[in-house]
């Protein structure tokens, strides 16, 4: 609330009436209370420390809604008659302008329905929210860090969600996207290691560092492919190494099982893709088109890989007894090789996907999975409100994943995967891209080979 | 001003499936006991006590001028300023001061107590027992004074309530319920138990054992201090369970056991309210228990809300939570302070129904549950009730609860076991 627009205001009047009001506020700040369980928490906490709930994101929402509903109400409360003449004047909701006399800040409109609906349960919708439950059911608010969606553009979406059996989310997603199409996306996937203490803490904040490193656009170098997948391998892993430090710093204490996550992220620069990984969680691309192969870009460190890789059929190695454990991590205790298995590919028409192991547990091989997002996607309407334009080219899908909104077909896979059990918290993102009818800077020859290139930074 | 906190013990995970939620409320006071600190009443005339000695044929010479002495002993612990009624009670009631110019309740002074020493004096023993028309008396001396909040009784008796009928009895008790709290002493071995308590029980008061006269002076200052100690007047337990739950049962678990549950008043549908009576500097424990509707795993519910309020504004709260988990580890642990109230619970509850089964004659019922009962104490590692049990039982083998009742048991020892049963030993933790 410190950047509301009170300072510039011409009369003082309201510039004093908001002080006072913002230093009850200032007051009230220090423990900072989680919305989702109550619990109080330092001012300069990002996370609960008892439920893992983002406090920051949580706080910066209600603060959108609050100042405004209270300091636009309070027109000139007594601060004495010199400044009756220019008393603040507040403009009907949506006309108001900085250039009226006096004034005092946007208008939300129906601010306290807003802040009704907060309090109102979701869960019976009879209750109101008190000391952290419903007062009619007993039911708590859910927790934003049990199930959050991201639609950082039209094109690029996805969905974060605890699942069934476990009561912590551990996974974390962190997405962003540019306006245009294929033009630029960053979509990263970590997921938290259910052993170690406080992974839920840890792998939001590796998702949310990796994001910040992979937003600043690549290099361009000399303009040749090569040139681009090197930079962009250096990037990748640039971005682990700093989600690692994340990981690292997100814990303080010196715990028996320090917090660790996995690592998947991809990169859409201009239609061509980068993806690397660190764990289990997975990219795959799922072409339109069935004359080319879905894929998983990258592979697995896990011991289900190292099986398969010693023969062991997929099924097998993906369900025996140690087939969850993994070989690298993100972490205090992370093998000192952090390097992604990473892959640069040109994309036609279709689907990029990277999820956590809560989706591939019940659909493994690429192939099914394309099936699978194609028959979703088919079973949805397509239309979420957000009239989801994708750039799709004109080729005709028989399916309906070229409509869906790449939100709407991430929550259908989650939900997909809690019908089947929901065993492990699911993260799905997902970004369409276009193929040839938006991408300009990649030669069709080169989109059906994706390159497996460990070696990309070197 | 008092300060009231609320702590919750309790092991809120459930098994996939479980639906009964067992918690402790401790609730502890602060900055109660205002009025004894000062010697003197601050607000005059805001307290209001009556002491209800019996003067039946059966207390003879001795028993009346010991029970004399206990109430002068109790008059001299009631500071200045209370309002205070000594009644006299056998098959009727009479106010034995103040005078009857006076009204039926006069302010402690120096004078007035001195006065009332004087008129006691002049009790005798004479004719039978029916504390039903006490306890109406003293309703009616109370009535008079309905600004004055904290009202309190003390009641001794020494004998069976055969001046009346148990019905008669019980309309009395039920039309004192709300009115006045009373504490209820027994002097000797020939009052019984079950009777006592019920009145003891119904009016938020304590019922103890006086095996002898002499000890009656001891026991009634005791009394009266503590009653003097209590300085937030009347308060209630207010429960609340969420839409769908049943609440299973609300009891009193420390100091002593008391089921609250029947006590229910209805605030709203899904709040309850149950009279605690007053409150001196103390701590109280209750057990709540409430039954939910299984939700899936990994959802968390509030279970229950738990609030002290005075004067229907609430001033402590605790919360009772459920969270369904498939982590053996977390749901199979049960709350030691619920585990060990819980024994308590089941321990008195075996006790009183021995001891019942005796004096009933069914001799095989008496042995079993007070073999039981030992076997209780025995694992809860309760020594003073084991102690207690070996007045009125031969153990055998208490790992097996095997025992024989004991030939010459006397009946005070059997009584000392009975109002001895409901008091509990406040779990640490």
């Given at each position: 609330m410190t950047d509301f627009p009170t300072a510039g205001a011409p009369d003082p009047a309201p510039v004093s009436t908001d002080d006072r009001r913002q230093g009850e506020a200032r007051d009230e700040l220090p423990p900072r209370q989680c919305p989702a369980c109550g619990t109080p928490n330092p001012a300069d906490s990002s996370f609960c420390e008892a439920c893992g709930a983002d406090l920051v994101v949580t706080a910066r929402a209600s603060a959108g809604a609050d100042p405004g509903a209270t300091e636009a109400t309070g027109p000139g409360s007594g601060?004495?008659?010199?400044?009756?003449?220019?008393?603040?004047?507040?403009?009907?909701?949506?006309?108001?302008s900085p250039l009226d006399v006096g004034w005092t800040g946007a208008v939300p409109v129906a601010p306290e329905a807003a802040a009704d609906d907060e309090l109102m349960c979701h869960a019976c919708g009879q209750g109101r929210i008190v000391d952290g439950y419903c007062d009619h059911c007993g039911t708590p608010p859910p927790n934003p860090r049990d199930h959050f969606v991201e639609s950082p553009a039209p094109w690029v979406g996805g969905v974060c969600d605890i699942g069934r059996r476990?009561?912590?989310?551990?996974?974390?997603?962190?997405?962003?996207?540019?306006?245009?199409?294929?033009?630029r996306a960053v979509l990263v996937v970590c997921d938290g290691v259910s052993m170690a203490s406080d992974s839920h803490i840890a792998s939001l904040a590796a998702a949310t560092e990796a994001r910040a490193v992979l937003d600043q656009p690549f290099a361009r170098g000399v303009g040749t492919p090569d040139a681009w997948a090197a930079t962009a391998g250096r990037a990748l892993t640039t971005a682990v190494t700093r989600a690692n430090e994340a990981v690292i710093a997100a814990v303080v204490e010196d715990v028996p099982n320090p917090p660790s996550c996995t690592f998947a992220a991809a990169v859409v620069e201009d239609g061509v893709v980068v993806a690397g990984n660190v764990g289990d969680s997975r990219v795959y691309w799922?072409?339109?088109?069935?004359?080319?192969?879905?894929?998983?870009?990258?592979?697995?460190?896990?011991f289900a890989q190292e099986q398969m890789v010693a023969g062991v059929p997929r099924l097998e190695a993906e369900t025996g007894p140690h087939a969850h454990s993994i070989t690298r991590w993100l972490g205090k205790d992370a093998p000192d090789d952090l390097t992604p298995h990473l892959t640069t590919m040109t994309a036609t028409a279709g689907w990029l996907l990277v999820c956590s192991d809560?989706?591939?547990?019940?659909?493994?091989?690429?192939?099914?999975?394309?099936?699978?997002?194609?028959?979703?996607?088919?079973?949805?309407?397509?239309?979420?409100?957000?009239?989801?334009?994708?750039?799709?080219?004109?080729?005709?899908?028989?399916?309906?994943?070229?409509?869906?909104?790449?939100?709407?077909?991430?929550?259908?896979?989650?939900?997909?995967?809690?019908?089947?059990?929901?065993?492990?918290?699911?993260t799905v993102a997902l970004a369409r891209l276009a193929g040839r009818g938006s991408t300009t800077t990649s030669e069709p020859a080169a989109t059906t080979a994706p390159v497996e290139g460990d070696r990309a930074d070197g | 001003m008092a300060d009231f906190t609320a702590e919750v013990f309790q092991n809120e995970f459930l098994p996939d499936g479980g639906t009964d939620v067992h918690a402790i409320v401790r609730i502890t006071s602060t900055g109660a006991s205002a009025a004894s600190a000062s010697g003197a009443l601050a607000d005059p005339g805001s307290a209001a006590e009556v002491i209800l000695i019996d003067t039946s044929g059966s207390m003879g010479r001795r028993g009346v001028a010991a029970a004399g002495e206990a109430a002068k002993a109790a008059l001299a612990e009631i500071v200045d300023g209370t309002l205070f009624s000594i009644v006299a009670g056998n098959g009727t009631a009479q106010i034995v001061y103040p005078y009857s110019h006076q009204g039926a309740l006069v302010a402690m002074s120096s004078h007035t107590r001195g006065e009332a020493s004087r008129a006691i004096e002049g009790l005798r023993a004479n004719g039978g027992t029916a504390m039903g028309t006490w306890l109406t008396l003293a309703r009616q001396i109370f009535e008079t004074v309905p600004h004055v909040t904290k009202r309190h009784a003390i009641l001794l008796t020494d004998g069976v309530n055969e001046g009346e009928t148990p019905?008669?009895?019980?309309?009395?008790?039920?039309?004192?319920?709300?009115?006045?709290?009373?504490?209820?002493?027994?002097?000797?071995?020939?009052?019984?138990?079950?009777?006592?308590?019920?009145?003891?029980?119904?009016?938020?008061?304590s019922v103890d054992l006086i095996p002898a006269p002499e000890e009656m002076a001891a026991e009634f200052q005791s009394m009266m201090r503590a009653s003097m100690s209590r300085g937030v007047a009347s308060s209630e337990l207010r429960v609340w369970v969420p839409q769908g739950a049943e609440l299973?049962?609300?009891?009193?678990?420390?100091?002593?056991?008391?089921?609250?549950?029947?006590?229910?008043?209805?605030?709203?549908?899904?709040?309850?309210?149950?009279?605690?009576?007053?409150?001196?500097d103390e701590t109280r424990d209750y057990h709540v228990a409430v039954r939910l509707p299984a939700r899936t795993l990994g959802q968390e519910q509030l279970a229950a809300r738990v609030q002290l309020s005075l004067g229907g504004d609430p001033v402590a709260q605790g919360l009772v939570k459920a969270k369904w988990s498939n982590d053996d580890s977390l749901t199979t642990r049960i709350d030691p302070a619920v585990a060990a109230y819980t024994g308590q619970a089941e321990l008195a509850t075996t006790i009183q129904e021995g001891l019942a089964a005796k004096a009933a004659g069914q001799d095989d019922v008496a042995t079993a549950k007070l073999g039981r009962a030992v076997q209780l104490a025995g694992l809860t590692g309760n020594d003073e009730m084991t102690t207690r049990l070996k007045k009125v039982v031969d153990i055998d083998d208490v790992d097996t609860g095997t025992v024989r009742l004991k030939k010459g048991a006397s009946k005070i020892d059997e009584l000392s076991l009975d109002t001895a049963s409901t008091k509990t030993s406040r779990v640490r933790r």
């Open positions: 601060d004495g008659p010199v400044m009756a003449s220019a008393a603040p004047q507040t403009a009907p909701a949506g006309e108001e476990h009561t912590r989310n551990e996974d974390a997603m962190a997405l962003s996207a540019t306006e245009a199409p294929g033009s799922l072409p339109d088109s069935d004359q080319e192969p879905a894929v998983q870009l990258g592979r697995d460190d896990s809560g989706l591939w547990n019940y659909c493994s091989e690429a192939e099914a999975l394309r099936a699978l997002l194609h028959g979703v996607a088919a079973g949805t309407d397509g239309t979420d409100g957000t009239d989801g334009t994708d750039g799709t080219d004109g080729t005709d899908g028989t399916d309906g994943t070229d409509r869906a909104t790449p939100t709407v077909l991430a929550q259908a896979l989650v939900d997909f995967a809690n019908e089947q059990g929901g065993r492990d918290n699911i | 019905q008669s009895l019980q309309a009395a008790v039920r039309s004192c319920v709300g009115v006045f709290q009373c504490d209820c002493r027994g002097v000797g071995d020939q009052w019984r138990v079950d009777e006592v308590r019920g009145i003891a029980s119904a009016l938020l008061g299973l049962f609300v009891k009193q678990v420390s100091p002593t056991l008391e089921d609250l549950t029947p006590r229910r008043t209805v605030v709203n549908p899904l709040t309850g309210a149950y009279p605690t009576g007053a409150w001196s």
